[in-house]
T-cell receptor
Framework: EAQVTQNPRYLITVTGKKLTVTCSQN?????MSWYRQDPGLGLRQIYY???????DKGDVPEGYKVSRKEKRNFPLILESPSPNQTSLYFC??????????????FGAGTRLSVL | AQSVTQLGSHVSVSEGALVLLRCNYS??????LFWYVQYPNQGLQLLLK??????LVKGINGFEAEFKKSETSFHLTKPSAHMSDAAEYFC???????????FGQGTTLQVKP
């Protein structure tokens, strides 16, 4: 089944403790992206990647890192989480052809709480 | 720069009633517009999209949206609400070639029996 898988789905952590949220897609997509969703703000893009080893900042990249060493994986890294990073995070992916048709596929989300 | 505004963070309708969720956009270029739905504890699912073909776009689950350039609007409608339509709905505009979607604030649809 074609899907975008995020892990974990729920995470509670404390300020300053490094964490990684994984995102994996099995559709051989070139494009992957991370968003955060906050009440009243909709979804805002954190980082995106057009292909392996190609990443770029979105609208709210501060406090986050990403890497794209393999095509299928696009982990989101919080080196020193802070309470303002408490949010719902979504990973998305798309092929080059689907991106041209503005089609993206979203994971189920990761709900992060930083205490 | 593109932006999207959804009017009304919460909309409540009775089962069988018309659903109307409002979205206005701002774009300096012809926009690509989308409606996504998020059911509880699930990811985003594409309902429909406008990509400069027909101005009336039909999507899944009986939803449709009409692109009105003169009003810079892309409102989502469904003639008759079902209980299963209760979810959060997001309007979005494509910002360009990077694939970034700019989302509205979201509208939570409540359907009352």
């Amino acid at each position: 089944e074609a899907q975008v898988t995020q892990n974990p789905r729920y995470l509670i952590t404390v300020t300053g403790k490094k964490l990684t949220v994984t995102c994996s897609q099995n559709m051989n997509h070139e494009y992957m992206s991370w968003y955060r969703q906050d009440p009243g703000l909709g979804l805002r893009q954190i980082y995106y990647s057009m292909n392996v080893e190609v990443t770029d900042k979105g609208d709210v990249p501060e406090g986050y890192k990403v890497s794209r060493k393999e095509k299928r994986n696009f982990p989101l890294i919080l080196e020193s989480p802070s309470p303002n990073q408490t949010s719902l995070y979504f990973c998305a992916s798309s092929s080059t052809s689907d991106l041209a048709k503005n089609i993206q596929y979203f994971g189920a989300g990761t709900r992060l709480s930083v205490l | 720069a593109q932006s999207v505004t959804q009017l009304g963070s919460h909309v409540s309708v009775s089962e069988g009633a018309l659903v109307l969720l409002r979205c206005n956009y701002s774009s300096s270029v012809p926009p690509y517009l989308f409606w996504y739905v998020q059911y509880p504890n699930q990811g985003l699912q594409l309902l429909l999209k406008y990509t400069s073909a027909a101005t009336l776009v039909k999507g899944i689950n009986g939803f449709e949206a009409e692109f009105k350039k003169s009003e810079t609007s892309f409102h989502l409608t469904k003639p008759s609400a079902h209980m299963s339509d209760a979810a959060e709905y997001f309007c979005a505009v494509d910002s360009g070639n990077t694939g970034k979607l700019i989302f509205g604030q979201g509208t939570t649809l409540q359907v009352k029996p």
